[in-house]
């Protein structure tokens, strides 16, 4: 990943400049997605990994599933790989600079919607299960 970013960079330094309307959007959303990485991935991620590690073999605790299936990390997922696409989106198309904000909060703002609608979906189907078998579920926090 970091040879990635290393060989994106060179290549922004040498063939355009950083002044580029949609290099610079593009800088600014990728210092998003680390943020959102640094913020709300990593520590439930860590906090899932301990999980796994804590449990003995061949049990699965309900809540790791909750860790698992937890709806902000799912949704904070999807926004990530919503804005990869929206950066793509600019480095083909190489917008002005109105243009590439507009991307980047549209793909912000779909990531976000997808993660909230399949979120809910899921949740929503997990408590009509519950209520059949009986059982309640709580809802994830």
């Known amino acids: 990943m970091l040879l990635l970013l290393a060989a994106g960079f060179y290549l922004a330094l ?5 002044g580029t309307s949609w290099i610079a959007v593009t800088l600014v959303s990728l ?5 959102l ?3 709300l991935i990593r520590p439930r991620m860590r906090a899932i990994v301990m999980a796994t ?6 049990s699965f605790p309900s809540q790791l599933s909750k860790r698992i299936h937890d709806p902000v990390l799912f949704t904070v997922l999807l926004i ?3 804005l990869l ?3 793509v989106f600019l480095m083909t198309t190489k917008p002005e600079l109105a243009n590439s904000i507009i991307v980047m909060v549209v793909a912000l703002v779909l990531g976000l919607a997808l993660g909230v609608l399949v979120s809910r979906a899921t949740r929503t189907r997990g408590l009509e299960v519950a209520a059949r078998t009986g059982r309640t579920r709580e809802p994830v926090a």
């Open 14 to 18: 040498s063939a355009w400049s950083l």
């Open 31 to 35: 210092l998003l997605m680390i943020a």
């Open 37 to 39: 990485v640094a913020a």
């Open 53 to 58: 590690r804590e449990i003995p073999d061949g």
């Open 80 to 82: 990530q790989a919503v």
């Open 85 to 87: 696409l929206g950066i």
